[in-house]
């Protein structure tokens, strides 16, 4: 018969704790209150391994509240009691076991959920790209720092969230969206160059399972498709340029970079033209080694397109050129071998940093600035402008096609020229450079009026 009533389980508390038992058939276990001065508390009793034992069910509120109704505490007494009878004996032991099941599946959870967030950063775009640009730096490729630049700017720190998605659920909307922004800013051409780099990380990651050349780690990436194919080309924006100084343009630009501070800022510009249009990129990583004053040689190595190996260029010194490098190999003896056991470069401040392609532009930029307020240029010009300009004045000068690329070392990557012919060209690029000398040594006759020197930064 039941003893405990609502009514029983209101009743005052006499200063000492009481225990108010609900009955029930012996080995079953039975609902129990306890009564204390902060009010009643609900239990399930029973006997284990002849010691009384006690479950709390929670506290008594007549309304449940913020408790148990009697009805409540019945219905989970009852529900032990089940247990008990099926054979469960120590419920306490029956609980602790359950609970530490569960935990075990939590910390399992836990465990699969770190390794997948963890699966996903190694295959992350963010990583994906990264590998992709070590791929490149590996091979030794003279884009590798504008691509990383470019990725850092534009998708690691323009929507970081998206450089963290895994690299292979990421939608062509995201890229587009990506691209679009650029464009919306005025930066076709760095959306042109977004867009070409980043299809070329994918197509890396694709191939990567049959290309013993590509980054091994890139291979657990699960890249099946490039989302970047489907994106138009933006041709458009890779317009290339046609900007080509007049002799005249040629001569200010000239007389301004004579006028510079001496230094290797001002050595390197007049190279570039006296070597008749260097690429820029290629001189700076010039060092003391790949100079060859007796046989009055230079050796450049050209890493542009996609060949493996960069392509030695060996330039003959003209007077111009000769006496000029000269002077830097005697300053950058000075420097000593480097910490990693290269030659000094060529081209250097403090004798172990580059001079920056950057700062070079910038230089040039400054000056065409100068010259386009004082009238002498009927159109800006960039550093990238002065190639174009020698090779087109070369060409005035009628000097061979042939040996033009010769000199630039491009257009050398046909059938004939990989595999045939292996003229080095000295003799006719000596004499184009030294006709090329006698040019511009005629832009700077003395009869001249002379210039006023531009202030440059």
């Known amino acids: 018969m039941a003893d405990l009533t609502d009514r029983t389980l209101r009743k ?146 323009a929507d970081p969230a998206l450089a963290d998605q895994k690299a292979s659920d990421i939608r062509v909307d995201d890229f587009v969206g990506l691209l679009t922004n650029l464009i919306h800013v005025d930066k076709g051409r760095t959306a042109a160059k977004l867009r070409s780099y980043l299809g070329a990380a994918y197509s890396l990651a694709i191939r990567a399972k049959t290309d013993p050349d590509a980054p091994v780690g890139i291979r657990t990436f699960g890249i099946s498709t490039n989302p970047i194919t489907s994106i138009g080309a933006l041709s458009k924006y890779n317009r290339p340029r046609d900007r080509v100084l007049s002799a005249s343009e040629l001569r200010k630009f000239l007389e301004q970079v004579l006028a510079l501070e001496e230094g290797v ?8 033209l006296y070597l008749g249009g260097q690429r820029p990129a290629q001189l700076l990583r010039a060092r003391l080694t790949d100079l060859d004053l007796s046989a009055k040689t230079l050796t450049l190595r050209d890493e542009k397109g996609a060949r493996s190996q960069p392509r030695i260029h060996v330039l003959p010194l003209t007077k111009s050129a000769h006496d000029i490098l000269q002077r830097l190999a005697t300053r950058s003896s000075g420097f000593g071998a480097q910490e990693d056991g290269k030659s ?106 002379k210039v006023v020197a531009l202030r440059v930064k």
Do not use: N
């Open 344 to 449: 000094p470069p060529l081209f250097t401040t403090f004798g172990k940093q580059l001079l920056r392609l950057e700062t070079l532009s910038a230089t040039v930029a400054e000056i065409a600035r100068e010259m386009t307020k004082a009238g002498e240029v009927t159109e800006h010009f960039q550093l990238r402008d002065l190639r174009r300009t020698c090779e087109t004045m070369l060409a005035s000068l009628r000097i061979p096609l042939e040996v033009r690329g010769q000199l630039q070392s491009h257009g050398l990557g046909g059938v004939q020229a990989r595999h045939y012919d292996r003229h080095g060209y000295m003799d006719e690029k000596l004499e184009a450079l030294q006709k090329w000398e006698r040019y511009l040594a005629k832009l700077l006759k003395p009869d001249e009026k």
């Open 12 to 157: 005052k508390w006499s200063g000492k704790d009481e225990w108010l038992s609900d009955g029930g058939s012996r080995g079953a276990g039975r609902l129990v209150a306890k009564l204390t001065a902060t009010g009643v508390t609900f239990y399930y009793q029973y006997y284990c391994a002849g010691r009384r034992r006690f479950l709390q069910i929670g506290p008594y509120d007549a309304k449940g509240e913020r408790g148990k109704t009697l009805l409540q505490a019945r219905d989970q007494a009852q529900e032990w009691s089940v247990l008990l009878r099926s054979g469960v004996s120590d419920l306490h032991g029956f609980y602790e076991d359950q609970e530490a099941e569960r935990q075990k599946h939590r910390k399992a959870a836990k465990r699969v959920a770190a390794e997948a967030e963890e699966a996903a950063k190694r295959s992350s775009l963010r990583q994906l790209l990264l590998a992709y640009v070590s791929h490149l730096e590996r091979l030794k490729k003279q884009s590798a720092p504008d691509v990383r630049r470019i990725f850092k700017l534009h998708v690691f720190d």
């Open 265 to 272: 800022k001002r050595d390197v510009l007049l190279l570039a």
